[in-house]
Each structure stands twice: as C-alpha cells, then as structure tokens.
C-alpha cells in the first residue's frame, strides 16, 4: 500500500517514512503544500499523511483541493491542539486527527483504523482481498491459506497485497521494483527473484493448488489456474 506525507519538517518526515517502510508500506513525501497537493491529485495512493503548519499553501488548503476530486483517505498531524483546528479539519473532509507529539505505534494503528473505516465506506476498494482460498486483511495486514496464518515479512505482504489487487495482470519485475521497493529495476540484481521466490515458498509449496506463476521474459501473475 501506497502513503503520501505532506511535511516540512526533514528530521519527522524520514523517521516516518522510515518506520512505514519498514511495516510494508510504500511511502513518498512532499516537503510543501504545493507539491504535495500535485502529488495527491495525480498519484494513487491509499492514505495521505498531511501537516497542518505546511509552506506554500497549508494543509487544509490542501485537503479542500483534494477532497473536490478524490475521496483518498486522509490523517492530519499537527502541532496545534485546539479544538477548533481539530474540527476545522474534521469538516473539511479529514479522517482523523493526530496531535504531534504522538507515538509511533498510535500512528500505525490510527492509519490501519481509517483504512479499514474507508474499506467499509469504499466497496470498491476493499481492505479484504480474497483469491480462492486466499485471503488478505490488509488493516490488520494478516494473510491466510486455506484457513492457516501465513507467516510474511512486510515486503512480502506488501508484495501479495501488490499481486492480489492486480490478481489476473502479468505484472512485469520493473513495476514490482518501483510498486514494493519503491526503486528502479536493475537488471543485475536478483532481490526480485529472490522475494519471489521466498514468498511462492510460504503462499503455494504447502499447498496442491499453485497460485503465483512465472511468465518467461515478462514477469508474475497471481491467478488461479484451470
């Protein structure tokens, strides 16, 4: 899954980035209002992380923008723990509200609750994926086979997440480098292989039905195969 943070802070900005990453999340960050307004409107992504207190235009600004074309889910952060900000914010379409300085935990589970919230509103793009006797929870970011919990890191969730969404699409090992590992694909390295390869062990060698194939020369699907 796919975070935008809108925020002018560097030192707040890489530590979130950093600690998102590391639980699975693809996250890209604007330093401005108004980067961060282009980025939200013309990327896909599934929650935006916006400041308030943001140069070039705020982040309310920011927010009515967004909200006049898309319905991206959004958790503000903020310095300033006025009730009539938090409101403002609420109005304005926000999700949620987070007040800095917050632990980083409140964070993850303040996102995983406004994704599931916009699971149950947005049929079309359910946080409950399911492929045969595959299923994915992606607020709680749990996988199961054929009712047993399989036992992912968060790059190979984040991978089955990018396969199940596209279940059925060859999906080429540039778009998974850029998708999952968010980085240009190199040809002399083999880390895609290599995820592949680890997480085809988890997801199909326990089980008779093979659900990820290799396509020679184009890349992965995930499908279920006559």
């Known amino acids: 899954m796919r975070i935008l943070i809108i925020e002018d802070e560097r030192r707040l900005a890489a530590y979130l980035q950093k600690g998102l990453t590391e639980?699975?999340?693809v996250v890209d960050t604007a330093p401005n209002g108004i980067d961060g307004r282009h980025m939200a409107l013309e990327?896909?992504?599934?929650?935006?992380?916006?400041?308030v207190m943001i140069p070039g235009i705020d982040g309310f600004s920011v927010l009515e923008?967004?909200?006049?074309?898309?319905?991206?889910?959004?958790?503000?952060?903020?310095a300033r723990d006025k009730v009539e900000d938090r409101v403002r914010g609420l109005h304005?379409?926000?999700?949620?509200?987070?007040?800095?300085?917050?632990?980083?935990s409140e964070l993850l589970a303040r996102i995983q609750a406004v994704l599931r919230r916009g699971a149950t509103a947005n049929a079309g793009d359910p946080l409950h994926l399911r492929?045969?006797?595959?299923?994915?929870?992606l607020a709680s970011r749990k996988?199961?086979?054929?009712?047993h919990r399989l036992d992912l890191t968060a790059k190979e969730f984040t991978l089955l997440t990018l396969l199940m969404r596209r279940q059925g699409q060859i999906l080429s090992r540039t778009t998974l480098a850029e998708q999952v590992w968010d980085m240009n694909f190199d040809s002399d390295t083999n880390v895609i292989e290599v995820a592949v390869r680890r997480l085809r062990a988890k997801l199909d060698d326990p089980f008779p039905v093979k659900l990820l194939h290799t396509v020679r020369g184009m890349g992965y699907v995930l499908e279920l195969r006559e």
């Not at 923008?65 to 903020?78: A, E, G, S, W, Y």
Request: charged content about 25%.
């Open 23 to 25: 639980n699975g999340y």
């Open 43 to 51: 990327g896909e992504y599934d929650l935006v992380l916006l400041d």
């Open 131 to 137: 492929l045969a006797d595959l299923e994915l929870d």
């Open 92 to 104: 304005a379409g926000a999700d949620d509200y987070l007040v800095k300085p917050f632990a980083f």
């Open 143 to 147: 996988a199961h086979r054929g009712g």
């Open 65 to 78: 923008h967004l909200r006049r074309q898309k319905n991206t889910p959004v958790l503000m952060l903020t």
